[in-house]
Nanobody, 115 residues
Framework: QVQLVESGGGLVQAGGSLRLSCVASGRFNVDTLGWYRQAPGKQREMVATMPSDGSTNYADSVKGRFTFSRDNAPNTMSLQMNSLKPEDTAVYYC??????????WGQGTQVTVSS
């Protein structure tokens, strides 16, 4: 059974930074990793994804401010968020898709950016 556990959310002023981490446990053969977010009253949206070739894709709204990486720590991925804006306020979820199809989500971590 795969489990994803996020950490690192919190309250920050506009212009500040936060780093989210996600640790995956279990047995998996990864197709895609990703970070998504859901703001109140809105649909969940893609923030960044990393296919198996190691490239990264970012939503236009976060390009140049957010960096998605796989850490040196085993089975850990991170989202470095700089120059945060109030519109970045949301619950952030890490995501893992297996090569043979199953998808997994973390429990979510709240990020609140005050103006």
């Amino acid at each position: 059974q795969v489990q994803l556990v996020e950490s690192g959310g919190g309250l920050v002023q506009a212009g500040g930074s936060l780093r989210l981490s996600c640790v995956a446990s279990g047995r998996f053969n990864v197709d895609t990793l990703g970070w998504y977010r859901q703001a109140p009253g809105k649909q969940r949206e893609m923030v960044a994804t990393m296919p198996s070739d190691g490239s990264t894709n970012y939503a236009d709204s976060v390009k140049g401010r957010f960096t998605f990486s796989r850490d040196n720590a085993p089975n850990t991925m991170s989202l470095q968020m700089n120059s945060l804006k109030p519109e970045d306020t949301a619950v952030y979820y890490c995501y893992l898709k297996m090569r043979w199809g199953p998808e997994y989500w973390g429990q979510g971590t709240q990020v609140t950016v005050s103006s």
